[in-house]
């Protein structure tokens, strides 16, 4: 047991300065009927070699992005990783401590969370960001309770073109707290104006850029209908790499971001874990959830670092926190920097342009093929071809050819049976001209 | 104020270091990408016009610009780190390594499930593990943490009793609680009242079967404790709680003590969320990624949420929709198919300990804290009497007439070299430290970890309170003035304003 | 200007005519530390006896400030959004929190006098 320091003969010596016999003695507060006498049934310790072994036999019964063509997006896509990203987060300065309570011995970690938040801040072109959420979905659902902290309502609308993960888990957060939620249905079209759902009671609408569909559009006119009625615009980036092209959403007049920050620096891990943006107006930073690093002085009047505002926090105003996130995603808010860092203006915006590039390639292609047509008049990296048959099928057909080709509309949008034959495709940097080949080979196969 | 003796401004390894936003470089980047194939531009009217403002950097710069940094951070790699209900044990690389695995870091949560069979299978895995453990029969996986474990467990409890026709109204919560407990069940709707606790730092039985009634939907308590406590009256409470027709929620943010001892199923706990980031060893990373799976009894399993992995014939199958479950779950809490890549570091660490060495890991982490409590017990003021589990709480009493606080002797024990144990919570007790050593320590850490605060509360006896005011001296920063971060908040870094042209 | 009373919540009030000024007193500004945001009612907006009006935020703690008697806030003390410092300050002067038109005037009966709310803090230590 290779992660336990203390020696039989520790513990007998210990026991003995505690002045009990045997380590049972200290459990005494437990009923005894519920004090296992000998070890749970589960395996026994293992060594490195076994452990290896038995996890690398669950790898081999997977297909991973980089074994073959590969055009997944929908909200988790599949980019290059520099290799010092990996090195660095996994320094043990920054892997291995805790939440930065103590200030004078945690710069390091504050340090990264305040030019993280610049970063996040100046790509949203927004005025503030905080130190990261869980992931994109449920910075969204955060963003819909905060909106009707902000405008003391509790109505939320739902763009048609709004992941569905996102819906739901922004509706399930609201469910218990009494807040009424208007979901538009599946924006296929592109032609959804929300500005005429926006009533007296609207706290917020919330869209996507570009949208599950892969459409890129200008909200700056529904920005004006939501505040012109005193309703606050949501906009949710699933496609973080996308801001490196596309207008921010602070330009087009957002009050609040929230955004999937996976894409720069952290791996697809089959969901999980990623890192939710958060940016947000600064006249509502007071109720902004999660936890803020800013800048101070110490006593020797040198810069430095503290997490602050944290009245705003669950440790401290118990329930009426403004959330009660506590442990957030550290580490992969570090990746997510060290990227972009990485990137710089120049990599970020020439990073952005490769990926359309790709797909816009790819879309050319595929929308050629016979039978298949694209939907999308405008898109960044990820676009939906209307297949003449059910796109799960066809996506079956083609795993079995080792070819992963795309999110079928039927897992995104299951009850939705008129989206059945959608497929959503996404290229990035990593997509190849031999990939785009085998896909558009393959897709002709499948569909004669 | 310190005389600072350098040019730079460094001492020696403690190296100084800029924003990135003051090394930058227009047109610098540190990532050589693919050529830009011809191709239509199909962005529309929405294509970027502006620059972001982002800083330019070479892939030299920015390495050694994040480890100058890192040297500023204290880590559980570099030494003890007793912070009390955080359980910053050792780490395992091997838990690093199987996370990076090709085959699990590069799979998509949308693949076909007939491409994921092995993914499904690790995460149904874990799951049995963590059932076993628990003595429970169901475990809704995805929430992201601890305190989104505890959403999750009283949603599930929500949709439980709606489906029984009244969802009620009030949460009791343990006095000594987590912060989080509060904030959740507000979150899911509910008026939260406080239970209050013994004189010996127990949920007050008598008091919880007053108030206990047709109104409360779930009794959130935390075993063992926030003071270290284990509930001995855990079975009666559940009892009262089950026969009152409400749920016992388990904050199990402290089963470290237990893992392999006691299973909470056999305590009549309805729903405890698991800190794999705590007890199953993965790493903290300066706040996060964490996971919070959560058990649940039999009758909640019903009303989990989505999505989860149920075993179909020879493979897996993942459930994602109400239809597809043959069951009530109450929504979805999280994008896809939760931490997976915490399941696989959790699931390393599991497999490595064994049924055998988790056992023994939860005894080591009950016999380290009280050695440690019976070291220092004649010189702190312990708060409770007798063993504790996990972690041991001491209280502010012995520096009554000192001078010196509870902050300031955590300041101290930065320049001495380790990281100070939580301090102020639970705030039951006055001006507390709350030491859990864990497991992974060694005696001769535990012993110079005593050593070293024994010394401390010899200084602060004799009073010496401009040394603990000063604390920490030795550190890259000294005490930070959060009265001014948080009065003109300074959240992200603006270029400085021009300067006016020298006359 | 009246000798000010004080509710048990910590609030001090200073009464002239039918406005009564509101604050937060100097043993509560002790308590709570560096202040450094204060969280005021809208003018115009109606407050019942005991409802909360205000929230104080020190660096490590957040408290609510109650309406010590029923009325209308009239006028709030904007200097507190750029200098909460005057609450710690200047707790029974610069760092007034809100001026409220008093309802019921009987209201203030049950409030403390300064030496009953001495005696009162005294019990608390």
Redesign the interface.
């Known amino acids: 047991m290779r992660y336990l320091p203390l020696t039989d003969e520790d513990r007998r010596a210990m026991l003995a300065t505690i002045g009990v016999g045997r380590v049972e003695d200290l459990y005494r507060g437990v009923p005894s009927a519920a004090l296992l006498d000998k070890p749970v049934d589960l395996p026994a310790h293992a060594g490195e070699i076994e452990v290896e072994r038995r996890i690398r036999r669950f790898a081999a019964r997977n297909l991973g992005a980089s074994s073959a063509p590969f055009f997944l997006g929908a909200g988790n896509y599949f980019h290059h990783v520099p290799a010092s990203v990996d090195h660095l987060i996994q320094r043990s300065e920054y892997l291995t401590s805790y939440t930065p309570y103590q200030p004078e011995i945690s710069q390091g970690t504050l340090q990264a969370l305040f030019e993280f938040q610049t970063q996040v801040a100046l790509i949203t072109g927004m005025e503030i960001a905080n130190a990261s959420m869980y992931d994109g979905a449920t910075a969204c659902a955060e963003a819909a309770l905060m909106a009707c902290r902000v405008a003391r309502r509790d109505r939320i609308v739902l763009s048609g073109g709004l992941h569905p993960h996102y819906r739901d888990v922004t509706e399930t957060s609201a469910r218990f707290m009494n807040i009424e939620i208007a979901a538009l249905p599946a924006d296929v079209s592109g032609n959804e104006d929300a500005s005429a759902t926006i009533d007296a009671d609207t706290s917020c609408v919330i869209v996507q850029n570009p949208d599950v569909f892969g459409r890129v559009r200008d909200y700056s006119a529904l920005a004006d209908a939501c505040h012109a009625k005193g309703a606050l615009l949501v906009v949710v980036v699933n496609e973080i790499v996308s801001l490196g092209a596309l207008m921010s959403p602070g330009d087009m007049g957002a009050d609040i971001v929230a955004a999937e920050g996976q894409s720069l620096g952290n791996p697809m891990s089959f969901g999980g874990p990623h890192v939710g943006l958060f940016a947000v107006r600064e006249k509502f930073l007071r109720q902004m959830p999660g936890r803020l690093c800013g800048e101070t002085i110490d006593a020797d009047g040198k810069r430095g670092w503290v997490l602050t505002l944290s009245t705003r926090e669950q440790h401290i105003r118990r329930e009426k926190a403004t959330s009660n996130i506590c442990t957030n995603s550290g580490l992969c808010a570090l990746a997510f920097t060290i990227h972009l860092t990485l990137l710089g203006e120049a990599g970020f915006t020439r990073l952005a342009e490769v990926n359309h590039a790709k797909a816009s390639v790819l879309a050319k292609k595929l929308g050629s093929l016979k039978g298949v047509e694209l939907l999308n008049d405008t898109f960044f990296n990820e676009f939906t071809l209307r297949l003449p048959k059910n796109a799960t099928e066809v996506v079956d057909a083609l795993a079995k050819r080792d070819i992963l080709a795309g999110v079928p509309g039927g897992r995104l949008f299951p009850k939705d049976k008129g989206l059945a034959n959608l497929l959503l495709v996404a290229a990035t940097e990593m997509t190849t001209d031999e990939d785009m080949d085998r896909l558009a080979d393959g897709l002709t196969e499948v569909l004669k | 104020m310190t005389v600072s003796f350098t040019t730079t401004g460094n001492r020696g390894l403690d190296l100084e270091e800029k924003l990135i936003f003051e090394q930058d470089k227009a047109g610098r980047t540190a990532v050589d990408l693919p050529d830009v194939p011809a191709h239509d531009n199909r962005l529309g009217v929405a294509k970027r016009k502006k620059a972001m403002g982002l800083p330019g950097l070479s892939e030299p710069q920015v390495v050694r610009h994040y480890v100058r940094m890192s040297r500023n951070n204290y880590a559980i790699d570099a030494g003890i780190y007793p912070l009390g209900s955080c359980t910053m044990k050792h780490n395992p690389r091997l838990n690093e390594k199987m996370a990076r695995t090709p085959g699990l870091a590069d799979l998509h949560p949308l693949q076909p499930q007939s491409s994921v069979q092995g993914a499904l299978a690790l995460m149904d895995e874990l799951a049995h593990w963590l059932m076993t453990l628990t003595g429970m029969p169901a475990v809704a996986l995805s929430p992201a943490a601890g305190a989104h474990g505890e959403l999750t467990g009283l949603m599930t409890i929500r949709a439980a009793l709606e489906a029984r026709g009244d969802a009620r109204k009030v949460v009791l919560v343990a006095e000594s609680a987590h912060g989080t407990n509060p904030a959740s069940a507000h979150m899911c709707g509910y008026e939260v009242e406080s239970v209050p606790g013994t004189e010996g730092g127990r949920v007050d039985l008598a008091a919880l079967k007053k108030r206990l009634g047709p109104d409360v939907a779930a009794f959130m308590i935390t075993n063992p404790n926030t003071c270290g406590l284990f509930e001995d009256d855990i079975v009666a409470i559940s009892a009262a709680v089950h026969d009152a027709g409400g749920f016992v929620y388990c904050d199990g943010a402290n089963f470290n003590a237990i893992v392999g001892r006691v299973r909470p199923g056999d305590l009549g706990v309805d729903a405890m969320h698991l800190n794999l980031h705590k007890t199953f060893s993965t790493p903290h990373g300066g706040g996060g990624p964490g996971a919070g799976p959560v058990v649940l009894s039999k009758a909640l399993a019903a009303f989990a949420p989505l999505p989860f992995v149920v075993k179909d014939g020879d493979g897996f199958r993942l459930v994602e929709t109400e239809e597809q479950s043959g069951a009530q779950p109450y929504g979805r809490m999280k994008g896809f198919n939760g931490q997976f890549g915490v399941f696989v570091r959790a699931l390393s660490y599991m497999m490595s300990m064994g049924s055998d060495g988790l056992r023994q890991a939860s005894a080591d982490a009950v016999l380290n804290a009280n050695y440690l409590r019976e070291r220092l017990q004649n010189a702190l003021s312990l708060s409770y009497p007798g063993p504790c589990m996990h972690e041991v709480l001491f209280d502010d009493r012995f520096l009554a007439e000192t001078g010196v606080t509870t902050l300031d002797f955590a300041k101290a024990m930065i320049d001495e070299g380790v990281h100070p144990m939580t301090m102020y919570f639970p705030l039951i007790v006055h001006g507390a430290f709350l030491i859990e050593p864990t497991e992974t320590e060694s005696r001769a850490s535990l012993d110079q970890l005593a050593d070293l605060m024994l010394g401390l509360v010899a200084k602060a006896k004799a009073k010496e309170v401009e040394f603990f005011k000063a604390s920490p001296t030795l550190t890259p920063r000294r005490r930070l003035d959060e009265t001014r971060a948080a009065r003109s908040p300074v959240l992200r870094w603006s270029p400085p304003a021009p300067k006016l042209a020298a006359e | 200007m009246a000798a000010l009373k004080y509710t048990d919540q910590h609030e001090w009030v200073a009464v002239e005519g039918d406005v009564a000024t509101v604050g937060i007193t100097d043993y509560a500004q002790g308590q709570l530390g560096?202040v450094?945001?204060v969280?005021l009612p809208d003018e115009g907006k109606s407050f019942a006896m005991g409802d909360q009006a205000a929230v104080v935020?020190?660096?490590?703690?957040?408290a609510e400030v109650y309406a010590p008697i029923s009325g209308k806030i009239v006028e709030i003390n904007e200097a507190l959004n750029d200098k909460?410092?005057l609450v710690n300050e200047d707790s029974t002067g610069d760092g007034w929190f809100f001026k409220i038109e008093i309802d019921d005037e009987s209201e203030l009966d049950s409030l403390m006098d300064a030496k009953e709310y001495k005696e009162f803090v005294k019990g608390l230590e």
């Not at chain 3, 935020?57 to 957040?62: G, H, I, L, M, R």
């Open positions: 560096d450094v945001f969280e935020e020190s660096v490590k703690a957040a909460p410092e």
